[in-house]
């Protein structure tokens, strides 16, 4: 039987571990938050405030999902 296609969630939940993995690789490479917080706030122009909550969210999200998958 073939399997069926990923749906949305599922594209998503793996988008979501894409993107916290890859601001964990950041900072163990050695790239502080804080020069990541000023990129994003000067590419958005969002107050780095936001962004750091934004980025507190998808950690917080990743590690209610991560048990349940």
Excluded at 15 to 34: C, F, H, T, W, Y
Excluded at 44 to 62: E, W, Y
């Amino acid at each position: 039987m073939a399997a069926s296609p990923p749906t949305v969630a599922d594209r998503m939940l793996g988008d979501l571990e894409k993107i916290n993995r890859a601001l964990q690789e950041l900072s163990v490479k050695g790239l502080p938050m804080s020069f990541i917080l000023l990129y994003v706030n000067k590419k958005t122009r969002l107050p780095t405030k936001d962004i750091s909550a934004v980025f507190q969210a998808l950690r917080d999200l990743n590690q209610e999902i991560q048990p349940k998958r």
